[in-house]
């Protein structure tokens, strides 16, 4: 793993603190392989933190299915503030779109993976990578900044149905308007633009309710981009990968090999999405 400063200038103050650390397949003469496809992937953590336990395994699920991984350790805790978490993911994909050669990595298959907070982040760049904010001070295009598609993980999505209204307090300061919840709530700017999207939940998740996942299907749905919902029936919140390197000091109450099920599921709703997206395999 390598690890690079996501920003070359100073978009906000404490902008130099985020990184992105880079798993890339090795180049072999033996395997003749196209470019790959990446995945880039926001931990969870409340806007908190970004969470190890969403971070290096989850990398690792994908560099096992022959992808380049790229997490992202956007702002949080006080560096939180909206857009700061915003330019961090649409400076992300920009940075392995421009310097995909280098990366061996295929810009037209870039995907972005996130949980929980991390998820929200995912779907806020997925929903408003077109917002004349990003390309006014980061530069570029603001199709430099599209995800090919999106990979959403109990993903906070809502201020304003079944919210965890935590995650938004990080980015809004206390007190917010309902105007300003409704603006971060990913599902209220879905539209044809969006890119295609596969989302899993628990049905008991008593953290973050599995409505968020719920309503953004349902968004997704409406404006006709593909999109691939699946409800596990138990499981607590924050699975990731759903193994014992992923399970908070190895307890047994976040090792679901039924639940993990959604990594080798995901990877199949991508190879789909990249490769033509008619969903016939």
């Known amino acids: 793993m390598t690890e690079i400063r996501l920003h070359s200038k100073p978009v906000y103050e404490g902008c130099e603190k985020t990184v992105v650390q880079c798993y890339v397949q090795a180049r072999s003469k033996e395997l003749t392989m196209p470019p790959r496809p990446a995945v880039v992937i926001f931990p969870g953590g409340g806007y908190d933190y970004t969470s190890d336990r969403e971070a290096e395994p989850v990398a ?30 649409a400076a992300a994909v920009a940075l392995l779109r421009a310097r995909a050669e280098e990366f061996y990595i295929d810009p037209h298959k870039i995907a972005v993976c996130g949980f929980s907070a991390g998820g929200h982040l995912a779907a806020h760049i997925g929903t408003q990578w077109h917002l004349p904010l990003l390309r006014e001070t980061l ?89 691939e919902l699946h409800v596990f029936p138990n499981g607590l919140h924050g699975l990731s990968v759903c193994t014992y390197e992923t399970a908070a000091g190895g307890s047994e109450d976040r090792v679901y090999p039924y639940v993990a099920r959604w990594v080798p599921w995901s990877v199949r709703f991508l190879e789909n999405v990249f490769r033509g997206g008619d969903f016939r395999r």
């Open 139 to 227: 530069g570029g295009e603001s199709a430099d900044f599209r995800p090919d598609a999106m990979v959403l993980c109990y993903p906070v999505i809502s201020g304003i149905r079944s919210p965890h209204l935590h995650s938004f307090l990080n980015l809004t300061g206390p007190d917010p308007a309902q105007e300003t919840l409704a603006r971060l709530s990913c599902e209220e700017s879905v539209d044809g633009r969006t890119p295609p999207a596969f989302l899993w939940h628990t049905a008991n998740d008593t953290c973050v309710p599995v409505e968020n996942s719920l309503v953004m299907a349902g968004a997704l749905a409406k404006a006709g981009v593909p999109v």
């Open 60 to 89: 690792n699920a994908y560099l096992a299915a022959g992808y380049s991984a790229f997490v992202v350790r956007y702002a949080v805790g006080v560096d939180a503030k909206h857009p700061h978490p915003l330019l961090d993911a």
